[in-house]
T-cell receptor
């Protein structure tokens, strides 16, 4: 079972920030938080990951709470092309293997 | 650099037939994965491999087999196809905790 909880759907106006929440209350100290997105029927695409500090790249920002039990992915200026399913994943390297589990994710619809 | 390629893109099988889904990568990544995705659901791990000659079961391995004789290729074999195996299958690799996914194979078993 996925170790994360996400709202099934959200919507956002084009040009506004999209804030996607994720709860991971059972996260362990060595587990990272990862975000992927899946546009239509394509393979998922990596967005960003973090351990405990906030992270930013050209696609998004990741805000992780101090207790690490939840996080928020921020798309600062959402466009129509950001319409996708967004997956929040927590995972660590276990015994030399990295085995992420994908839940149902959040379906984000960006409207004009 | 083609990344992760999967063939075929689409396939229709009759119940009881068998087939092999091909996955190839040219990035020299050690880790490779096979997932299935049913409509409206997340991805479920079928099998994974941490390197040539090493494979292990994921969450839903029943009805499937894999092999990893080279770093580049990770084929998924379906024996005795069943309607429950109708799904989209994704292959992925891993580098520095970032997974790279192929375009998927859409399989229908009727």
């Amino acid at each position: 079972d996925a170790k994360t909880t996400q709202p099934p759907s959200m919507d956002c106006a084009e040009g506004r920030a999209a804030n996607l929440p994720c709860n991971h209350s059972t996260i362990s100290g060595n587990e990272y938080v990862y975000w992927y997105r899946q546009i239509h029927s394509q393979g998922p695409q990596y967005i960003i990951h973090g351990l405990k500090n906030n992270e930013t790249n050209e696609m998004a920002s990741l805000i992780i709470t101090e207790d690490r039990k939840s996080s928020t992915l921020i798309l600062p200026h959402a466009t129509l092309r950001d319409t996708a399913v967004y997956y929040c994943i927590v995972s660590a390297v276990s015994g030399g293997s990295y085995i992420p589990t994908f839940g149902r994710g959040t379906s984000l619809i960006v409207h004009p | 650099n083609a990344g992760v390629t999967q063939t075929p893109k689409f396939r229709i099988l009759k119940i009881g037939q068998s087939m092999t889904l091909q996955c190839a990568q040219d990035m020299n990544h050690n880790y490779m994965y096979w997932y299935r995705q049913d409509p409206g659901m997340g991805l479920k791990l079928i099998y994974y491999s941490v390197g040539a000659g090493i494979t292990d079961k994921g969450e839903v391995p029943n009805g499937y087999n894999v092999s990893r004789s080279t770093t580049e290729d990770f084929p998924l074999r379906l024996e005795l196809a069943a309607p429950s195996q109708t799904s989209v299958y994704f292959c992925a690799t891993l580098l520095n905790y970032e997974q790279y996914f192929g375009p998927g194979t859409r399989l229908t078993v009727t």
